[in-house]
């Protein structure tokens, strides 16, 4: 398994930007695709973005299609969530995720390495 770090979290307004970081150690990082899932109070962990190996194969929940992006450095074992135009529906905690497969997936049982999490919290 992949030992993943969150960071980047913080209190923003709505309509500001952030960007989360995921440092990842471990296994080879640019073995497997890595994706973001949030958790909001009250609420089940859901789907935000996940990534491919190569990077060439990206999804995204229609939630954020359009205001995140998801990138990932292989050198830097990084993978990157920018949040552009932020929405207090926004706030969750934000939890980087890995799994062995190379392929790219939305499904929370198809990743076995989570990190901690950081939390984002957005004021209206």
């Known amino acids: 398994q992949v030992q993943l770090v969150e960071s980047g979290g913080g209190l923003v307004q709505a309509g500001d930007s952030l960007k989360l970081s995921c440092a990842a150690s471990g296994r080879p990082f640019s073995s497997g695709a890595m994706g973001w899932f949030r958790q909001a109070p009250g609420k089940e962990r859901e789907f935000v973005a996940c990534i491919s190996w190569s990077g060439n194969t990206i999804y995204y929940a229609d939630s954020v299609k359009g205001r995140f992006t998801i990138s990932r450095d292989n050198a830097k074992n990084t993978v990157l969530l920018q949040m552009n135009s932020l929405k207090p529906e926004d706030t969750a905690v934000y939890y980087c995720?890995?799994?062995?497969?190379?392929?790219?997936?939305?499904?929370?049982?198809?990743?076995?390495?989570w990190g901690q999490g950081t939390r984002v919290t957005v004021s209206s």
């Open positions: 995720a890995g799994r062995d497969s190379r392929v790219a997936a939305t499904s929370l049982g198809d990743f076995g390495s």
